[in-house]
């Protein structure tokens, strides 16, 4: 079976008579901080957009440059996050789930087919769960795109607030600096406590180095 990112499963759709096809991917689920954010996306099949591909794989720049363009071009989009204490309530995995059914909620066309990165929603529509669904989907790797662009951009707010932990640099996940600003300065009211990384440095970190609650912003 091909890897490459395609129009094919969007085709194969049209074929069995589905026409609203969303694609729906999420950013931020393996890190430490901030939320987990979701992005769903009804592509316009005669707007082609040239480029599309996993986040992961693209250059920021061009990741920012096709997130405009899937904002402009695509039916509908729309993003949603859950925060790191609803992560820590539920699991990753659930929190995931519920931020891909409230960006799904909160298009302004209602899908009747969606194109899933491998998950499996608990909604009444029918759809596909792709493995590598991001690289293979041209509306899971839009949806992929614009989840990745907005989390990434929260990270940046985020750092302003935080600025020992460096978190425009790495976007919240497990590098080697982001867990030595966890030793020495002990996890944020953000940061996802039910990860082991997160636990252990709030033992690690004495009660005078715990960082404050941050400012609104």
Sequence with gaps: MSRLCSSRFEREARQHGWTRIAGLD???RGALFGPVVAAAVILNPRRRIVGLDDSKKLPAERRAQLAERVREHALAWAVAE????RIDAWNIYQASRQAM???LQQLCIVPDYLLIDAMQ???????KSIIKGDGRSVSIAAASILAKTYRDARMEEWDAVYPQYGLARHKGYATPDHLEALRLHGPTPLHRYSFAPVRHSSCWASSATQ???PLEI
Aim: without cysteine.
């Design 121 to 127: 929603l608990d909604v009444l529509i029918e759809q």
């Design 101 to 103: 059914i409230a960006a």
């Design 211 to 213: 960082t404050p609650l």
């Design 82 to 85: 859950v925060d790191a204490q």
């Design 26 to 28: 999420e950013a931020g």
